[in-house]
């Protein structure tokens, strides 16, 4: 693969995917030269991912963002084991790993939470599965309850909350499990824009206070730039990382940060590396 061309920016460092020098932070998830083609119901194949790597280190946040059709939640299914790769391979500290793995949990943006089922018992629900006694699994739930924000709400059922607080019931059900590495894939995508900064906002401070490493899919650049240590660009299809941009910013990151010239002239880095793959999409989707 290529060396990636340094970016420009006053503020910008970037990384390539392959060969960076060791980290003092240890690697916990490598994708290696991962692939994917899919068969068509012409007959014929469409590659969604040309080969493709990236490590992400323990207690970092990194974005993923690209043009719609490029692959991300193709790379994220096969990360979370709900999607085999045709080539290349998915460690975790090392290790190789296929379908479904207790370290990563995954949420979705679609509507994941159980109507018939109260928040508690939704948080609840996977240590429920996994045997442990209903005193303590909701004891832990109700930890993460009031940690996302819900406290007072644990007998509510779904149909009775909002969109950002049934998104937040699904995230502390996730974490109730204890992943190392989470995958958001879009999980804010549904909601309004100041909803969705200001749970961007909880996100990282739950997963700073949990010291989780975690992995998010989103089309929103300024998303990106509020939560993440690194954002990943990747071209259209077949897609692949072109780009790994630092984001150079303090924390704690709040939503009053995203009005400031550093975050603003991230945006327009970003911006300028997305662009001409987003042209080549719309260009595709008009043959």
């Known amino acids: 693969m290529p060396m990636p061309m340094p970016a420009t920016g006053p503020q910008a460092t970037v990384r390539a995917v392959t ?5 003092a932070v240890r690697v916990v998830l490598e994708v290696d030269r991962v692939e994917k083609v899919f068969a068509t119901s012409e007959g014929g194949t469409l590659r969604a991912l040309a080969p ?29 084991g ?34 018939w089922r109260n928040v508690l018992d939704n948080v609840a629900f996977g ?37 950002g607080m ?17 995958l958001l894939d879009e999980p804010f995508a549904s909601l309004d824009e100041q909803t969705r900064m200001l749970l961007g906002e909880q996100l990282i401070e739950i997963c700073g206070a949990l010291r989780q490493t975690a992995l998010l899919i989103t089309h929103n650049i300024s998303e990106a730039v509020q939560l993440s240590d690194r954002v990943a660009v990747m071209s ?14 303090p924390r704690p990151r709040t939503t009053d940060m995203i009005g400031s010239a550093a975050f603003g002239r991230y945006v327009q880095q970003i911006w300028e590396e997305l662009k001409a793959e987003a042209l080549r999409g719309m260009q595709a989707a008009v043959r």
Not at 84 to 113: C, K, L, N, W, Y
Not at 236 to 249: E, M, N, Q, S, Y
């Open 236 to 249: 259209f299809r077949p897609g692949t990382i072109k780009r790994i941009v630092d984001i150079d910013l």
């Open 82 to 115: 709900l999607e085999p790769a045709t080539a290349g391979e998915v460690r975790v500290d090392g290790h190789a790993v296929s379908g479904s793995h207790r370290d990563i949990g995954m949420v979705f943006q679609e509507e994941s939470t159980f109507p």
């Open 19 to 23: 060969g960076a020098a060791a980290d």
């Open 166 to 182: 049934r998104q937040r019931t699904a995230i502390a059900r996730t974490l109730a499990s204890e992943p190392r590495i989470l």
């Open 127 to 163: 240590l429920e599965v996994a045997g442990m006694g209903r005193a303590e699994r909701h004891e832990k739930a109700r930890t993460l309850i009031r940690m996302v924000g819900l406290d007072g709400f644990e007998r509510r059922l779904p149909a009775e909350l909002s969109g």
């Open 52 to 80: 493709t790597s990236f490590e992400v280190r323990a207690g970092e946040f990194v974005a993923v963002i690209g043009p719609s059709g490029c692959g991300k939640s193709t790379l994220f299914n096969i990360i979370g």
